[in-house]
């Protein structure tokens, strides 16, 4: 895909002065807690993004997306589609004094949209290093994440910062452990053995932005000003205990539920994964799924039919929806080689049920954003 985004670049405009690797990401456990202060577990994944640019001579910009035979021309101040992302970037550069000026950009890859796999994270974090190269700005690994955290903030998306860390951070062989609150953070090598990391992909697209998602971030905040009316020692989501949860009524004391008790689960998966236990692992993961079902209520219908079927096969350690919600991914931890012949024994009545059908991709933990 490399050489397929650079050769259309070269068609529409030249020699590229840049071509970027932005990874999507996958998160095995820490869901909705980001934005709460909370811990996440997340890794780069092996499908990406390339972005191929270029500055322009024409006095105006464009933007060609190879996956869907996209051209866009004279982009300044669109804001429709993925356009959105690029436009914010721009305003946070703008923001901090620096032009980056007319460009062209050719982008693809095999990072599914709409899936839950932070493609929009995947762009805005590839451009944010791109205007870093047309700007000359000395930007390191965290500048990088809060240019392309404001941008998507900028973009509508009232979530943290997970998708972007995890993009710029990754490693190969390694997930981050990262502790929202404080930024803090360490890699930690993981070896699931005789089982691999799989995305099946319901292709219920979300838009998070015009989800219930920035719904949950509200209701979050809301529970926590409710508590801290009561007891004045809660500083912030990480001081809420589940006594405080008798304070508040629903959906609020559900949401601020879940989010105790995920952290809870995200601790447990690092001991798990030091541990190569991959059985406690999937029940992890498989708690975590019931928990933002039944308390967070970002599931549907087809993430709930996945992972019920995935969950009581014998080949699988455990599986959840993963993302925002509201469709996108199932992740799961599943037997290798194991995962086509599980979902042909319910693929069609999966179709038959929502009229649509599933696809499916191992992950592994990868490299993060690179100039290649």
Partial sequence: ?????????????????????????????????????????????????????????????????????????????????????????????????????????????????????????????????????????????????????????????????????SIVHGENDKVIYLDCQDRSWFDLAIDTGDYEFVLINTHVEHQLAQTAYNTRVAECKQGLAIIQQRDSEVSGFRDIRHHHLSYLQTPNQDRLKHVIEENDRVRKAVEAIRNKNTDHLGTLLTESHNSLRDLYDVSCDELDFIADKLNGHAQVAGARMMGGGFGGCIIALVEKDAISQIIQQWQEEYSETFGRRVSWFSVYPSAGLQVV
């Fill in 1 to 165: 895909m490399k050489e397929k985004v650079i050769r259309k670049h070269q068609q529409l405009f030249g020699e590229p002065a840049i071509v970027v690797k932005s990874p999507g990401r996958a998160n095995i456990i820490g869901e909705h807690t980001d934005y709460n202060d909370g811990l996440v577990l997340p890794f780069a994944i092996d499908k990406c993004i390339y972005l191929a640019a270029s500055k322009s001579s024409t006095g105006s910009s464009s933007v060609y997306a190879i996956d869907t035979d996209t051209f866009e021309e004279n982009i300044q101040d669109r804001l429709d589609g993925f356009l959105q992302y690029f436009q914010s970037v721009l305003s946070y550069f703008k923001s901090i004094d620096l032009d980056v000026g007319h460009f062209n950009v050719t982008f693809g890859g095999d990072l599914p949209i709409g899936a839950g796999v932070s493609s929009s994270s995947a762009i805005s974090c590839g451009f944010v290093r791109i205007c870093q190269e047309f700007t000359q700005a000395t930007f390191n690994k965290t500048d990088i994440v809060k240019a392309a955290f404001a941008a998507e903030r900028g973009a509508g998306v009232d979530g943290g910062m997970m998708d972007q860390f």
